[in-house]
């Protein structure tokens, strides 16, 4: 397996031949053949310079030079160069600040070996760590803001998401390239693992401690950057729910709302508690959202043949919990206000029960 290790830069020549020097004692019994690309933003310092030394003595590192445009741009078009240009399978990125342990990259290496198709070094997992000498502030800056990407973009499974050490295959570059032209900063850390999932990603995450730097200052502008991950999870999500199973699970909603609504008014009007003719009407829109959601929804993952009983068995069962809040609703409405709430209170259950549905048909009946 031909790996690329690409090493974005600017500014850092006191850091990146004692970064390569490192890396290259951690692979020097490796099975893979490694390369080294640094990815320089024609730093001003003379990082370029050092490289351009460095690679007269040792021949698999490579430097490529280009225009400040933010570390998006950069690791894009390292990815291109290593992926395109130099034949590479897996691309392993790291950070040229030597706040990334090298010691961890054969670790991201074997998960890929191990089938991993997206390893990430990761802070957050047990064995990992955040420096000790960062004030109690910027620890809780640093915990909090993963955590709003990781549930703001519901992967909560992923637990270090703004990282840049990271090793993935070839096909996520080729799958997202055009999509990740768009983000120029640091929220390209983010967006590419998000669309990378998207794409089938096999994520597998690696404990390390993260250390400050030695030499240097930090390029992040916490403003800006904390501006764009915000943006970023609301169009992402607004995206998912216009053009995914959401959106498609709401037709299914509406429908199998009618058939409730149509079959509550027919129970009341002719004389029954408007209780029972939720429940019945409840139970008539689970069948037709069974089967919508089974052939439309969640098509690609369409149960057939003998699955089809067993499946609206347990549909039926996750679904219980929306008919009795609805019902629970519908009842303790007329029970405080009088019987004629019942519809504000049916209204009230159906939308709480919405959000059960939802979560119990996607993680549990169709589960992926």
Same mark, same amino acid.
């Given at each position: 397996?031909?790996?690329?290790?690409?090493?974005?830069?600017?500014?850092?020549?006191?850091?990146?031949?004692?970064?390569?020097?490192?890396?290259?004692?951690?692979?020097?019994?490796?099975?893979?053949?490694?390369?080294?690309?640094?990815?320089?933003?024609?730093?001003?310092?003379?990082?370029?310079?050092?490289?351009?030394?460095?690679?007269?003595?040792?021949?698999?590192?490579?430097?490529?030079?280009?225009?400040?445009?933010?570390?998006?741009?950069?690791?894009?078009?390292?990815?291109?160069?290593?992926?395109?240009?130099?034949?590479?399978?897996?691309?392993?990125?790291?950070?040229?600040?030597?706040?990334?342990?090298?010691? @961890? =990259?054969?670790?991201?290496?074997?998960?890929?070996?191990?089938? /991993?198709? *997206? !390893? #990430?070094?990761?802070?957050?997992?047990?064995?990992?760590?955040?420096?000790?000498?960062?004030?109690?502030?910027?620890?809780?800056?640093?915990?909090?803001?993963?955590?709003?990407?990781?549930?703001?973009?519901?992967?909560?499974?992923?637990?270090?998401?703004?990282?840049?050490?990271?090793?993935?295959?070839?096909?996520?570059?080729?799958?997202?390239?055009?999509?990740?032209?768009?983000?120029?900063?640091?929220?390209?850390?983010?967006?590419?693992?998000?669309?990378?999932?998207?794409?089938?990603?096999?994520?597998?995450?690696?404990?390390?401690?993260?250390?400050?730097?030695?030499?240097?200052?930090?390029?992040?502008?916490?403003?800006?950057?904390?501006?764009?991950?915000?943006?970023?999870?609301? @169009? =992402?999500?607004?995206?998912?729910?216009?053009?995914?199973?959401? /959106?498609? *699970? !709401? #037709?299914?909603?509406?429908?199998?709302?009618?058939?409730?609504?149509?079959?509550?008014e027919f129970v009341v009007r002719a004389g029954f508690h408007p209780a029972l003719g939720s429940a019945f009407g409840a139970e008539c829109a689970i069948v037709s959202n069974f089967l919508l959601n089974n052939a439309w929804t969640f098509g690609d993952r369409k149960v057939t043949g003998r699955q089809m009983i067993p499946k609206f068995l347990q549909f039926n069962l996750t679904s219980l919990g929306a008919l009795c809040i609805q019902t629970i609703s519908v009842?303790?409405?007329?029970?405080?206000?009088?019987?004629?709430?019942?519809?504000?209170?049916?209204?009230?259950?159906?939308?709480?029960?919405?959000?059960?549905?939802?979560?119990?048909?996607?993680?549990?009946?169709?589960?992926?």
């Amino acid at each position: 397996m031909k790996v690329v290790v690409v090493i974005p830069t600017y500014n850092e020549r006191e850091n990146i031949t004692v970064l390569l020097d490192a890396l290259s004692a951690v692979f020097s019994s490796t099975k893979h053949t490694i390369c080294y690309l640094v990815v320089d933003d024609t730093s001003p310092d003379g990082t370029a310079n050092v490289v351009d030394a460095y690679m007269k003595i040792h021949k698999n590192v490579f430097i490529i030079t280009g225009k400040k445009e933010g570390l998006g741009k950069a690791l894009l078009r390292g990815m291109t160069e290593a992926f395109v240009h130099m034949r590479a399978s897996v691309v392993l990125q790291i950070d040229a600040d030597l706040s990334h342990d090298p010691k @961890i =990259a054969p670790k991201l290496l074997d998960a890929l070996d191990n089938g /991993a198709t *997206f !390893a #990430v070094g990761s802070r957050y997992i047990p064995g990992g760590g955040i420096p000790e000498n960062w004030g109690l502030i910027r620890k809780i800056y640093s915990i909090i803001g993963n955590n709003v990407v990781r549930f703001g973009l519901w992967h909560p499974g992923v637990r270090d998401w703004t990282g840049g050490y990271r090793a993935y295959t070839k096909r996520f570059y080729e799958a997202t390239y055009r999509e990740m032209e768009r983000y120029s900063g640091y929220v390209f850390q983010i967006a590419f693992l998000h669309k990378s999932i998207h794409h089938g990603a096999k994520v597998k995450e690696i404990p390390f401690h993260f250390s400050d730097r030695l030499y240097g200052h930090s390029k992040i502008a916490p403003a800006e950057y904390i501006f764009n991950i915000y943006r970023y999870i609301a @169009i =992402a999500r607004f995206q998912e729910i216009v053009s995914g199973s959401v /959106a498609k *699970f !709401a #037709v299914v909603g509406t429908i199998g709302f009618i058939i409730n609504t149509v079959i509550l008014e027919f129970v009341v009007r002719a004389g029954f508690h408007p209780a029972l003719g939720s429940a019945f009407g409840a139970e008539c829109a689970i069948v037709s959202n069974f089967l919508l959601n089974n052939a439309w929804t969640f098509g690609d993952r369409k149960v057939t043949g003998r699955q089809m009983i067993p499946k609206f068995l347990q549909f039926n069962l996750t679904s219980l919990g929306a008919l009795c809040i609805q019902t629970i609703s519908v009842w303790a409405g007329t029970f405080l206000f009088g019987r004629p709430v019942y519809f504000s209170s049916y209204i009230v259950g159906v939308g709480i029960g919405l959000i059960w549905n939802y979560t119990m048909y996607s993680k549990v009946i169709w589960k992926k």
